[in-house]
C-alpha cells in the first residue's frame, strides 16, 4: 500500500512551466522507491490519459506521451520519496487535474496503475 500526495499546481500563463511533485509515503521498509511512478491527467469533459512515468529504483527508464514529450521530464529522489514532473510551454491544453500514480512496474502504471494520488489542478490561462 502507498499514499500518494500532489502538489505544485496552479494557474500558468501558456508558455510558462509548471513543476509538479508527488510524494509517497508506505507500510514500513517500502519506500517510492520500490514503485514505479506515473502521472496521468484529466481536463474537463475528456477521459483520463497518460502523461509521463517512471521506473523504479534508480532506473532511468521513462515515457511520455506524445503530447508532452519534448517539453517534460520526470524525475525521482528516492531520498525524499518524491517524484518531480516538469512541464515546460505549457498550452491551454495541458489544463487538467493532474494525478500521481503507483504501481511495481513501469509497464503497468503506465496502463492501468494500482495507486492513485487526489490530484493537482493546473490551468494554463492568460
Known amino acids: 500500500q502507498v499514499q500518494l500526495v500532489e502538489s505544485g499546481g496552479g494557474l500558468v500563463q501558456p508558455g510558462g512551466s509548471v513543476m509538479l511533485a508527488c510524494a509517497a509515503s508506505?507500510?514500513?521498509?517500502?519506500?517510492?522507491?520500490?514503485?514505479?511512478i506515473g502521472w496521468f491527467r484529466q481536463a474537463p469533459g475528456k477521459e483520463r490519459e497518460f502523461v509521463a512515468a517512471i521506473g523504479w529504483w534508480s532506473s532511468s527508464s521513462t515515457h511520455f506521451a506524445d503530447s508532452v514529450k519534448g517539453r517534460s521530464t520526470i524525475s525521482r529522489d528516492d531520498a525524499k520519496n518524491t517524484v518531480y514532473l516538469r512541464m515546460n510551454g505549457l498550452k491551454p491544453e495541458d489544463t487538467a487535474v493532474y494525478y500521481c500514480t503507483a504501481d511495481s512496474a513501469l509497464s503497468t502504471v503506465i496502463r492501468r496503475p494500482a495507486y492513485w494520488g487526489q490530484g493537482t489542478q493546473v490551468t494554463v490561462s492568460a
Open positions: 508506505g507500510r514500513t521498509g517500502r519506500t517510492v522507491g520500490n514503485y514505479a
